[in-house]
């Protein structure tokens, strides 16, 4: 599956979003997920990926589709309702006699040459995810529209104040020192019960003088505004303290950020940070020579990697209580309170984790049960197609591309990064960092985007579709009743019951199609809308995301 943009023929006017996407999936067999929409008040476009009922479609309204290839979104292009609405045959929708095509191509064959423009589909990389960034200027929140200061504004979680940036986009707050985030692993594992819990923890490894690596583009969608306070998970680096004091001028103005100083290959500095309870393990690495042999440029990242894999744990200490302040020292409070107290892994082996590579012919030594050859390419590998290895190389692409479809490196950072504005593009830029601002009925509507989310089919309102149901029953259930447009299955690599010892590993089916049979361990990706103007309808949305938690 691969992404690609076209235009939407006339038979697709004045449909609102859901209905044209059910449309693209259930009769032309491709998803659509984003469409190019103009801005309230404004003559400019934004990418709004799917934004609801609020958006309809008009002419000559460009899509962007996840599809098999450039000729099945071509199907978009030239579907007529009077030619083909009759049509059972997919590979029967093709150009025909009606006016409407031609309207399409006459008012925007030059314009958008670069784009479509009713010949080939340009070819898009491989889906990223993350959510979307503002497209539509929503009703204002404070009739009034009065100016608040972030610092006082926003409701209160847990007695702390909810904070924003200047453009309403990240949670933000005040500059922390390094030092008062810095946990020594005594302290972060003096007590019996854990301080950390349904956390992130990453591993880096650099010196002193190593490179930056940015960690503030990891952090930032981690911290995204159109997340509930209670939902941002902490996030603990683990690494050089040195190297670290320089990335955290980048980072200094997010939430939940905590350090421990030391080494990822350290065991007593993983059990410190609880990573057998954590909900993720990123390991990074900034010491890539130019001069070290490829299969030794990696070496650290992948010992890390297999070092945790290797660790075992009490099974006791994942058993978190609810009153949890009752089992600790005097002065001491867990560090994050999860949303769901959950038991930890008993073995390394089923922590999530996932490495960055800086070779692709290392993802051979990533896992000990792999059996694939060692000239497989990436993309054809266990780790790559299980979510535990990504490849630099994998970011080669988006250079060429960029240069023949401009809209490609917004979308692909759009879903990766949380959203951007061009108001925070210029505050970047220009080095001055995340900066608190005043919140206004804007800043605070930007909150208010969609975001990346998983369904679980085991339990919840859509469960019903677990059990031997059909994909396409879901789609439409979910976007219907929810507005929630779903792409793709999360599925255990083991599902029979001949394996005698199942893998914890799962792997994604990009946009099956519409007759694949459901399991009721199968999770669900989808771009779930975030409406903070209709608390009742997003804790109906809440609830059905954190059903796969």
């Given at each position: 599956m691969e992404m690609y943009t076209e235009y939407l023929s006339n038979a697709f006017i004045g449909l609102t979003f859901p209905k044209a996407a059910e449309l693209c999936f259930l009769k032309l067999k491709i998803l659509l997920i984003a469409i190019e929409a103009k801005t309230e008040g404004s003559a400019e476009s934004c990418i709004a990926i799917n934004p609801g009922y609020t958006v309809k479609i008009e002419q000559a309204t460009q899509g962007f589709f996840i599809a098999q290839s450039a000729d099945e979104v071509k199907r978009a292009f030239y579907y007529c309702k009077s030619c083909h609405g009759d049509v059972t045959d997919v590979r029967a929708i093709k150009k025909c006699r009606c006016k409407g095509l031609t309207?399409?191509?006459?008012?925007?064959?030059?314009?958008?040459?670069?784009?479509?423009?009713?010949?080939?589909?340009?070819?898009?990389?491989?889906?990223?995810?993350?959510?979307?960034?503002?497209?539509?200027?929503?009703?204002?929140?404070?009739?009034?529209?009065?100016?608040?200061?972030?610092?006082?504004?926003?409701?209160?979680?847990?007695?702390?104040?909810?904070?924003?940036?200047?453009?309403?986009?990240?949670?933000?707050?005040?500059?922390?020192?390094?030092?008062?985030?810095?946990?020594?692993?005594?302290?972060?594992?003096?007590?019996?019960?854990?301080?950390?819990?349904?956390?992130?923890?990453?591993?880096?490894?650099?010196?002193?003088?190593?490179?930056?690596?940015?960690?503030?583009?990891?952090?930032?969608?981690?911290?995204?505004?159109?997340?509930?306070?209670?939902?941002?998970?902490?996030?603990?680096?683990?690494?050089?303290?040195?190297?670290?004091?320089?990335?955290?001028?980048?980072?200094?103005?997010?939430?939940?950020?905590?350090?421990?100083?030391?080494?990822?290959?350290?065991?007593?500095n993983l059990r410190a940070v609880s990573i057998n309870l954590c909900d993720m393990c990123v390991v990074l690495s900034a010491k890539h020579s130019a001069s070290e042999d490829t299969t030794l440029v990696d070496k650290e990242s992948i010992l890390c990697s297999l070092n945790i894999k290797a660790m075992s744990f009490d099974d006791s200490v994942g058993l978190l209580q609810d009153d949890m302040d009752a089992f600790l020292p005097p002065g001491f409070s867990p560090i994050c309170n999860p949303l769901k107290v959950f038991r930890g892994s008993s073995y390394g082996a089923n922590i999530p984790i996932i490495t960055e590579l800086a070779s692709d012919c290392n993802v051979q030594f990533l896992d000990q049960d792999d059996d694939d050859d060692p000239d497989t390419e990436l993309y054809m590998t266990q780790p790559f197609s299980c979510g535990t290895a990504f490849a630099v190389s994998v970011l080669d692409s988006l250079m060429s591309t960029t240069y023949f479809n401009d809209n490609a490196l917004t979308l692909i950072r759009t879903l990766i990064s949380g959203g951007a504005t061009p108001e925070l593009e210029q505050i970047l830029a220009e080095g001055a960092g995340m900066k608190g601002g005043y919140s206004t009925p804007e800043t605070l509507s930007n909150r208010s985007r969609c975001r990346v989310g998983q369904i679980s089919l085991f339990e919840g309102p859509l469960s019903q579709?677990?059990?031997?149901?059909?994909?396409?029953?879901?789609?439409?259930?979910?976007?219907?009743?929810?507005?929630?447009?779903?792409?793709?299955?999360?599925?255990?690599?083991?599902?029979?019951?001949?394996?005698?010892?199942?893998?914890?590993?799962?792997y994604v089916i990009t946009n099956p199609p519409d007759d694949f049979p459901l399991l009721p361990t199968d999770q669900v990706f989808c771009f779930a809308p975030c409406d903070f103007n209709n608390p009742v309808r997003a804790r109906e949305i809440e609830r059905l995301l954190s059903s796969a938690i």
């Open positions: 309207a399409i191509k006459a008012g925007h064959g030059d314009e958008n040459r670069r784009v479509s423009s009713g010949s080939t589909p340009h070819k898009m990389p491989r889906l990223g995810s993350r959510p979307s960034s503002p497209t539509i200027v929503l009703p204002p929140l404070d009739t009034d529209n009065k100016l608040t200061p972030s610092r006082h504004n926003s409701t209160q979680n847990n007695g702390e104040l909810m904070k924003f940036d200047v453009t309403g986009m990240f949670h933000w707050c005040p500059e922390r020192r390094m030092e008062d985030c810095i946990l020594t692993k005594e302290q972060a594992g003096a007590t019996t019960t854990p301080l950390f819990s349904n956390h992130v923890v990453v591993c880096v490894f650099a010196d002193q003088n190593s490179p930056l690596m940015g960690l503030a583009s990891l952090v930032m969608p981690l911290r995204a505004s159109n997340f509930h306070y209670d939902e941002l998970k902490c996030v603990v680096l683990v690494g050089n303290e040195e190297y670290l004091k320089r990335e955290w001028k980048t980072i200094h103005n997010f939430p939940k950020l905590y350090v421990v100083a030391g080494s990822p290959l350290n065991r007593a579709h677990g059990e031997g149901g059909r994909y396409s029953d879901l789609f439409s259930a979910a976007l219907k009743n929810y507005g929630i447009l779903c792409i793709g299955i999360y599925r255990f690599r083991d599902t029979t019951s001949s394996v005698k010892s199942p893998s914890s590993k799962r």
